[in-house]
């Protein structure tokens, strides 16, 4: 009896112990959230090198397809099916920018930061268009602002 005690005891803390590690992420891919129509929500997100941003297609009909010149350098380009489920593996640093091929001049877009944002000028640089313009100048002050928030606490 007091063998398993000690057993569960251990595997409790164990399965405690994993997020403390490795962050797990979420993006749903919508038709309606809260900044309007087709979105990534959240459409950015600040992760570390070990984490991982799951992007779950919550409404039909979109997909996950990395943007030219807004990936860290020997990072492959990324383009998935409609409705698929992809999970990007936070390893290298760097900003990460992706859209959703068929909505992104309706504004479908994500920045995902990993770490230190290395090549954020290039990423800048990158010309968009039509909503996704707006939207990524939100991103990326969201982000500035999160790297140069002093850590005061
Ligand atoms: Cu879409």
């Known amino acids: ?6 057993t569960l005891t251990l595997l409790a803390a164990s399965t405690f112990a994993a997020p403390a590690f490795a962050e797990e992420f979420e993006i749903k891919m919508l038709n309606k959230g809260e900044n309007g129509a ?3 929500e959240p459409d950015f997100v600040k992760a570390m ?15 996950v397809e990395t943007i030219k010149g807004m990936l860290p350098e020997g990072i492959e380009a990324v383009k998935t099916k409609f409705n698929d489920e992809y999970v990007l593996t936070a390893e290298t640093e760097g900003v990460y920018g ?13 920045l995902i930061s990993i770490g230190e944002p290395v090549n954020l000028e290039e ?3 990158v010309k968009q268009k039509g909503k996704a313009k707006a939207r990524f100048a ?4 969201k982000l500035e602002g999160a790297v140069e928030a002093p850590a005061s606490n």
């Open 123 to 125: 990423a800048k640089a």
């Open 138 to 141: 939100d991103a990326f002050a």
């Open 98 to 110: 992706i859209k959703c091929s068929p909505h992104y001049g309706m504004g479908m877009i994500a």
């Open 1 to 6: 009896m007091r063998n398993t005690i000690m």
């Open 38 to 40: 087709m979105v990534f």
């Open 49 to 63: 090198p070990g984490d991982t941003i799951k992007f779950v297609p919550a409404d039909k009909g979109h997909n």
